[in-house]
């Protein structure tokens, strides 16, 4: 399972200045300003279109009323976690399809677990390495295409 | 002779008794015996002797005219001596005269007279006499008597000295039974205390002493014995007890000290987050603008920020692994698809020393199972430090099957270098934490040191381990070996949500999943206990229709692919048991065949990826509670009474609000509810007072209450709810997914408990 994705990740990577969706609009849920701040920023440099969220609960809000066409969301978040956040966005059917990445501090086996069990479609570890990342994202939205 | 040591004390006691009796008594009696017989004896030679010569007085005046016939005559006179058999007179000359025989049976007297003395023989006493006249012998007499008297009386003797020894020994026994006690008790009531003593381990026992003899002293031995132990008993205890302590408080000293090193290095990321990214960021901008001279700076700050990530991602790892909180999540994966990944990673740091990696690993190598984030960790643990020793060098990775005939299946790793190699000395601390092979090393080369010592734990816990050989200034190998198909470790670590659904257990019956793939069956039963149902596992169909047999359970999750007995064949076995067929069976699988599914008599069709809000609706409905459990919210904070009732609805509770206690006692008086959770700050009667207030029901008291709070409660405070109140959890300190999942715990503890005592308050 991983390794199909690290593989997919390698294929994408390449095309990581590039993006195949021009303004692709990602919601970034993160309540650290500076992560925050750093993402937008970086994912902006790509062409991607963001939307950001403060905490848990503004993120399921603005994953209803932007629909964006992918979640970029903290695990560590006030007011409802992301683990919460992202289950109850699974459970709504308007925001069902929405591709989730989890972005989680230190990758512990258990996060992982935790994270297929909240209904995540993928995660990641900060620091974000970019490359890796955009390589992720460029992944889900080729899959939510396809479909 | 065995055969005695062998017996009881008892029985040898009272054999020796009777042993001693029996044979004084019976020489006793052997030598009264021979003295009545011995005299006996003589008494028989003087009575014939003495008939003897009347008999002869009287047939003198016979042998004197040699008449016959008088001589005949006086012997007959012979017939009232019923014991003289036969008799004879002979003349002078030998010649029989006259002789007597007492019946046909009787022999007759010897043709010519022998010498003139008695004797015993064939059973008759005989005895030759002289006839005298004066000094003159003028003939002899002849008389045999029979020992048929003598006999007899030996006999009854014999009898009577048999009653009397078979009487003695009665009585001797009969005594000795009594009398053996003496001895035999005292000891025999030392053994039991012994027995007892070894047994229950009760050293404050003592034996009791009865007799100052030997035995006596015995006792007194044997008691001071047991006081010693019970004085060496209590100071172990107290040792122990001392050391259980000891071991608590560094245990726990360990945890804090583990939690203060999680919750720093979390802090401390969060500001390096931003170090690493915008150092990285700023790289992409000063190349765009051109300002190509701060690149190097930029990636200066980036590299260091991310080794300083590294130490401290490090000591998190430890710190778990002290605070016993490492997990494993084992999964099957492609093993030289991990090489390349690993390979691919630490190609940078390889060539940073001007080295070449050379990765070997046999085509047909494929799959292991084990937690792949420990085997990559561990493999980069030992690439990166190969890396950092190495200069100018070559570093190998190799991976290979080791197949053993007997056990399963070894993978073993190494990762061999050309670089400085290590001591004996060295090589010995190099997986202790925090020892680096030299403190300038760490100057030299960088890194915790703590890498080999993860690696280490890591592959112990994957049941496997790691091991080197090196010279110095040749090169190392690391060895690293894994088992093929790790095993879930014991289940003494498994998550407190289980203990929970452990005793849930006890509450319903469980739901049996049937799945050959282990992922699938672990998510599921996790993800069930949480929703606090009790899961059962099988992995193939004929285990799960043994245990569908043996559990009867609540209901059956049933994967379609499965190697062996199939799905569908599982199904219509179930369905076609009287005994099976009224279990509910819910397919849950990527085949999407529903009409077979229903036509074989599925309950539900499900396709996977799970729908987790779905599957847990349709196993409610096969739940089989009661009565619906009912909840009381107290809290004057909207927001939070919604959220709680939210979060218990979703577990099928049907709740009633209120927003302060004095609501709070109205609602409890209209519909007892079965679970409290309260807030503690409300106007118009707060938790104290309602806690108060509601204990002075005998009806209320066992109902269970959960204190939310926002409040930072004192010691004074907490006591004033100690007995009261199940559990205590601030508002602010938890997430809403950890809340949720105390609740849920903490309910099913609560019903559990209220089940098994109900009417009985629960403390």
Redesign the interface.
Known sequence: ???RQ??RA?QTSRLAGAPTLIMAKILVVED?E??RD??T??LQ?RGYEVVIAVD?AEGLAMAQSESPALVLMDI?LP???G??ATRRLK?APETKSIPVIALT??????D??RC??A?CDDFDT???E?ARLVGKIEALLQRSKMQ | MPAFRQTTIKRKLIALIMLTSSVALLVAFAFMIASDYLSFRSRMVRDLRTLAAVVGTNGSSALDFDDEEFATKTLAALAATPNITTAAIYTKDGRVLAEYLRDNQSESPPPQPGPERYLFKHGYLTLFHPILRGEERIGSIYLQSTLHEMNVRLMRYGLIGGAIVLGASLIAFLFSSRLQRVISQPILSLAHTAKVVSEQKDYSLRAEKRTDDEIGFLIDRFNEMLAQIEVHEKEIQEVNEQLVQSEQRARAATQAKSHFLANMSHELRTPLNAIIGYSEMLQEEAQDAGQESFIPDLKKINRSGRHLLELINDVLDLSKIEAGKMELYLETFDISNLLEDVSNTVQLLVQKNSNVLEVRCPANLGAMRADMTKVRQSLFNLLSNASKFTKNGKINLEAARELSPTKSDWIVFRVSDTGIGMTPEQQDRVFEAFSQADASTARDFGGTGLGLTITKTFCRMMGGDVTLTSSPGKGTTFIIRLPTEVREPDAESAAPSDSVAARLNMEGKPVLVIDDDADTRQVLKRFLNRKGFSVECASNGEEGLRLAKELHPMAIILDVMMPGMDGWAVLSTLKSKPDLSDIPVVMLTIVDDKNLGYTLGASDYMIKPVDRERLTEILAKFRDISSPRSALVVDDEEADRKMLTQILEKEHWSVIQAEDGVVALEQVAKHRPDLILLDLMMPRMNGYQFVTELHKHDDWRSIPIIVVTAKDMSTEERIALDGYVEKVLPKHALTQDSLLGEIQDLIAACVHAKQAAQNKPVV
């Not at chain 1, 501090?105 to 258990?110: L, Q, V």
């Open positions: 399972m991983r390794a690290t593989s390698k650290n500076m992560n750093m993402l920023r970086r440099r848990g560590s007011v409802l976690d683990w919460e459970m501090a230190h990758a512990m086996s258990g992982r677990e297929i069990e209904g900060k620091p974000v970019i």
